[in-house]
């Protein structure tokens, strides 16, 4: 392995072959011409990173634009007076998606954080929990402060009160290994690009969750389509 040095002592200039060499898909040869296949092997590689089935690997175009698809599809099925549970140690793209919801009349309640260590206030996440919280939304490891959440412990007390779990891996991805079936949450989600991946994001949904939502998409789209009316005799 040559030397990891990102800039010549003489030159002063960006090493480019080093920075290549450390991405080996670029050495990828076909018809003898360098290339790049964006999409083979993605979804298998992403179901091994998070200790998943391929058919549970969603992409899009970031965390954020992920989850305020999730939040809106999540939305249809929730009621006024339904709760979200967030936190105030997230990235605002894991509580601004779910306080659009507020507009439907679902309540969103926010966990506390202790002030004195920046740790999930647990206790008050307990009281926030409630048998109307639908889901409960959290960060694996905060961005801003390095903290870790308990996220298999907050999984168990958001399923004992009949919520799902959205866990956001984006600033946890990089750092540790993930395994969904261990955590048993229903949803995660990272961004590649924060681990010199493209710039992209991905969910992990549980099989049982992505089914039913593709089911109620195909209803809903027959539906529109059966109340079409008929122009074809106008
Ligand atoms: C913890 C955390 N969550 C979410 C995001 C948003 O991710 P994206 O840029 O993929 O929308 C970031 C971005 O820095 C982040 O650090």
New binding site residues.
């Given amino acids: 392995m040559s030397t990891p040095v990102m800039y010549s002592a003489d030159t002063n200039a960006f090493d480019i072959a080093w920075v290549r060499e450390q991405f080996p898909s670029l050495t990828l040869q076909f018809n003898r011409h360098g290339s790049a296949f964006l999409d083979v092997s993605t979804r298998a590689a992403m179901a091994d990173l998070f200790n998943c089935d391929p058919n549970e690997v969603v992409f899009g175009q970031?965390?954020?634009?992920i989850?305020f698809a999730l939040a809106r599809a999540i939305g249809r099925e929730l009621k006024a007076g339904d709760e979200i549970v967030v936190t105030t140690l997230?990235?605002d793209?894991?509580v601004a998606p779910w306080r659009t919801l507020e507009e439907k009349g679902v309540v969103i309640r926010q966990v506390d954080i202790r002030e004195s260590d920046c740790t999930l206030d647990l206790d008050d996440l307990k009281r926030k929990i409630t048998a109307k919280t639908k889901l409960v939304a959290v960060?694996y490891?905060?961005?801003m402060v390095g903290t870790i959440n308990p996220v298999a412990e907050i999984t168990k007390l958001a399923h004992a009160a009949g919520a799902l779990t959205f866990i956001?891996a984006?600033?946890f991805a990089p750092h540790g290994l993930i395994d969904v079936k261990a955590l048993d949450c229903d949803f995660l989600v990272c961004?590649p690009?924060?681990f010199f991946g493209p710039h992209m994001?991905t969910l992990y949904g549980k099989r049982e969750h992505l089914r039913a939502a593709a089911k109620r998409c195909r209803q809903r789209i027959a539906r529109r389509t059966s109340t079409k009316p008929d122009y074809s005799l106008a």
């Fill in positions: 970031n965390m954020t634009t989850t997230d990235h793209a894991n960060g490891a905060s961005n956001d984006v600033h961004s690009y924060k994001g």
